[in-house]
T-cell receptor
Framework: DGGITQSPKYLFRKEGQNVTLSCEQN?????MYWYRQDPGQGLRLIYY???????QKGDIAEGYSVSREKKESFPLTVTSAQKNPTAFYLC?????????FGPGTRLTVL | GESVGLHLPTLSVQEGDNSIINCAYS??????FIWYKQESGKGPQFIID?????DKRQGQRVTVLLNKTVKHLSLQIAATQPGDSAVYFC?????????????FGQGTRLTINP
């Protein structure tokens, strides 16, 4: 997990509520990423950011939003527009070609 | 479209034996590949990487082989230990607007039997 922290580890949400997942890194990496993982599957890219105050949509951005106000932080908001939000969410940061992952947040919608 | 796939979803080996996990990729322009290990409930852990100008790369007890002709790579783990039990993913690294996009395969679950 290195210098990447995600909180909380487990998160429960009622339908219709927005929820924000935290991701912090102290590796001085410029690029940060959010992925979603469903059971028995690989990771899919939600959003990524190369530098502060800039971010781009990934493959499955609908129903999600992000911000990048600080280099160290890249929070992800799962909005009520996300139809199937229950999943394991992974944040990563990277320099050059390699990405390093945080421990993940498991989100469950009740 | 781009995709990365794995040949086998599960693999069981005896402790001490060698294991080989295979991966196929479809984007012939990809030039960088990474193997990750993911234990239950944790984030993926970087194991080893390889660039397309190489055929083989070795780490500690692990070797990655790349065959660009058939777009196939494999991860070999020598003298497996119980701690090697995990899901292993290959990922294809694709540059996107100055950043890097990882395209993951489904993963192979490796179980080490005592």
């Amino acid at each position: 997990d290195g210098g990447i922290t995600q909180s909380p580890k487990y998160l429960f949400r009622k339908e219709g509520q927005n929820v924000t997942l935290s991701c912090e890194q102290n590796l001085n990496h410029d690029a940060m990423y959010w992925y979603r993982q469903d059971p028995g599957q690989g990771l899919r890219l939600i959003y990524y950011s190369q530098i502060v105050n800039d971010f781009q949509k990934g493959d499955i951005a609908e129903g999600y939003s992000v911000s990048r106000e600080k280099k160290e932080s890249f929070p992800l908001t799962v909005t009520s527009a996300q139809k199937n939000p229950t999943a394991f969410y992974l944040c990563a940061s990277g320099v050059s070609d390699t990405q390093y992952f945080g421990p993940g947040t498991r989100l469950t919608v009740l | 479209g781009e995709s990365v796939g794995l040949h086998l979803p599960t693999l069981s080996v005896q402790e001490g034996d060698n294991s080989i996990i295979n991966c196929a990729y479809s984007n012939s322009a990809s030039d960088y590949f990474i193997w990750y290990k993911q234990e239950s409930g944790k984030g993926p852990q970087f194991i080893i990487d390889i660039r397309s100008n190489m055929d083989k790369r070795q780490g500690q007890r692990v070797t990655v082989l790349l065959n660009k002709t058939v777009k196939h790579l494999s991860l070999q783990i020598a003298a497996t230990q119980p701690g090697d039990s995990a899901v292993y993913f290959c990922a294809e690294n694709i540059p996107i607007q100055g950043a890097q996009k990882l395209v993951f395969g489904q993963g192979t679950r490796l179980t080490i039997n005592p």
